[in-house]
């Protein structure tokens, strides 16, 4: 039975309430190896002598030292295995201002006491994959590498407006927003791929064997799937959209992996700047036309009907080569089956698409299952 305790990821629980410490572990305690401390300065020097903790939760009003000096203390320290540490704050209260200003000193996420079980454990658990990642990706980067037969690249997908919308609508409406798009991500990622919940409205997925050209197709796509969402809320209508930073070890090997979500951060920065809505690396901002063309036939047709059921033309007009390269095997099928001249002939030299064009589709089709299964 030890064994299998031992091999749980450990959770330090700060707080200086007994009953809130034993309720956090009886929620807790199937999933995680926890150690509890009653104060901040207890909590310090465990993370100082014990090394297999991978995430704190940590109450903000505690004597001696606060979950605020605890958190200060973490990002301050010289250990990497220390600083980089997931902090989960949680609190009683859901004060808005409580909430940024521990955004803003460095915590990781942030929840009430009252959260309910299953997202407290998803939560935590998700901080502790990120841990771990971070763990195997700086102790072994290249044979991470090497196993995956390619690079790792990182995304920071941030709401727009996140702040204002919780202001706005009250920070419910915020967090409905959230799990909305955690689920949506979690559905899109293939199995090795990492989502980690860095601050309110803002997730980082880590992709081991994934280029940029992989990355900016998934976003783009993920922000057009944003687009046609609208939220209700009592008379009110709520679009939102997303900002995307990429960042990719691909040419540097050395880069950390936090170096790398640091990098993604700094560009949704950018992409905030430059007014929002945008997927950014660093070339600058991606368009569809900027990434390599099987990324972009690999999510053509799917996003066009979409347009287009939304009465809007433009872009699929823009790349209507495009569809007609994608599409004319199953115009061939149907004119086959249904023995009927469709004159793709013509189609062909209407959309000016020569026997090359076909073939470099033809190629490139041949590995789209595997392309497609991490753009979703």
């Given at each position: 039975?030890?064994?299998?305790?031992?091999?749980?990821?450990?959770?330090?629980?700060?707080?200086?309430?007994?009953?809130?410490?034993?309720?956090?572990?009886?929620?807790?305690?199937?999933?995680?190896?926890?150690?509890?401390?009653?104060?901040?300065?207890?909590?310090?020097?465990?993370?100082?002598?014990?090394?297999?903790?991978?995430?704190?939760?940590?109450?903000?009003?505690?004597?001696?030292?606060?979950?605020?000096?605890?958190?200060?203390?973490?990002?301050?320290?010289?250990?990497?295995?220390?600083?980089?540490?997931?902090?989960?704050?949680?609190?009683?209260?859901?004060?808005?201002?409580?909430?940024?200003?521990?955004?803003?000193?460095?915590?990781?996420?942030?929840?009430?006491?009252?959260?309910?079980?299953?997202?407290?454990?998803?939560?935590?658990?998700?901080?502790?994959?990120?841990?771990?990642?971070?763990?195997?990706?700086?102790?072994?980067?290249?044979?991470?590498?090497?196993?995956?037969?390619?690079?790792?690249?990182?995304?920071?997908?941030?709401?727009?407006?996140?702040?204002?919308?919780?202001?706005?609508?009250?920070?419910?409406?915020?967090?409905?927003?959230?799990?909305?798009?955690?689920?949506?991500?979690?559905?899109?990622?293939?199995?090795?791929?990492?989502?980690?919940?860095?601050?309110?409205?803002?997730?980082?997925?880590?992709?081991?064997?994934?280029?940029?050209?992989?990355?900016?197709?998934?976003?783009?796509?993920?922000?057009?799937?944003?687009?046609?969402?609208?939220?209700?809320?009592?008379?009110?209508?709520?679009?939102?959209?997303?900002?995307?930073?990429?960042a990719s070890a691909h040419g540097d090997p050395n880069l950390s992996l936090?170096?790398?979500?640091?990098?993604?951060?700094?560009?949704?920065?950018?992409?905030?700047?430059?007014?929002?809505?945008?997927?950014?690396?660093?070339?600058?901002?991606?368009?569809?036309?900027?990434?390599?063309?099987?990324?972009?036939?690999?999510?053509?047709?799917?996003?066009?009907?979409?347009?287009?059921?939304?009465?809007?033309?433009?872009?699929?007009?823009?790349?209507?080569?495009?569809?007609?390269?994608?599409?004319?095997?199953?115009?061939?099928?149907?004119?086959?089956?249904?023995?009927?001249?469709?004159?793709?002939?013509?189609?062909?030299?209407?959309?000016?698409?020569?026997?090359?064009?076909?073939?470099?589709?033809?190629?490139?089709?041949?590995?789209?299952?595997?392309?497609?299964?991490?753009?979703?």
């Amino acid at each position: 039975m030890s064994d299998v305790v031992a091999q749980l990821p450990r959770v330090l629980i700060v707080d200086d309430s007994r009953m809130v410490r034993a309720s956090l572990i009886k929620q807790i305690r199937d999933k995680f190896d926890v150690r509890e401390e009653s104060d901040g300065e207890a909590g310090w020097q465990s993370l100082l002598l014990d090394p297999t903790i991978e995430v704190v939760i940590s109450d903000i009003g505690m004597p001696r030292l606060d979950g605020f000096g605890l958190l200060q203390r973490i990002r301050g320290s010289r250990l990497s295995r220390v600083n980089t540490l997931p902090v989960l704050i949680i609190s009683g209260d859901d004060e808005n201002e409580v909430r940024m200003k521990a955004q803003a000193m460095g915590a990781t996420d942030f929840i009430t006491k009252a959260t309910p079980r299953v997202e407290l454990v998803a939560r935590i658990e998700a901080l502790a994959k990120l841990a771990q990642t971070r763990r195997e990706l700086e102790e072994s980067r290249e044979q991470l590498v090497r196993r995956n037969r390619g690079d790792v690249s990182v995304m920071v997908i941030q709401v727009d407006g996140y702040d204002q919308l919780c202001e706005t609508y009250g920070h419910s409406v915020g967090q409905l927003v959230h799990r909305k798009l955690s689920k949506l991500l979690s559905a899109k990622v293939r199995k090795e791929d990492t989502i980690a919940h860095l601050a309110e409205g803002q997730f980082a997925i880590i992709s081991p064997s994934a280029d940029l050209d992989a990355c900016g197709a998934f976003a783009l796509r993920l922000r057009r799937a944003i687009d046609t969402i609208v939220m209700t809320y009592k008379e009110h209508r709520i679009r939102i959209s997303l900002t995307v930073g990429l960042a990719s070890a691909h040419g540097d090997p050395n880069l950390s992996l936090e170096e790398l979500l640091q990098l993604a951060v700094s560009r949704v920065a950018d992409g905030t700047m430059m007014g929002g809505n945008r997927v950014v690396s660093e070339s600058g901002e991606i368009n569809a036309d900027s990434i390599g063309r099987f990324s972009r036939l690999a999510v053509s047709v799917d996003h066009a009907l979409t347009q287009l059921r939304t009465g809007s033309k433009d872009e699929p007009r823009k790349r209507l080569r495009e569809l007609v390269q994608t599409v004319l095997p199953l115009l061939e099928m149907m004119e086959q089956e249904f023995r009927i001249d469709m004159q793709l002939a013509l189609l062909l030299e209407r959309a000016q698409i020569t026997s090359l064009d076909m073939h470099t589709t033809t190629t490139m089709t041949a590995g789209a299952s595997v392309a497609t299964e991490w753009r979703g």
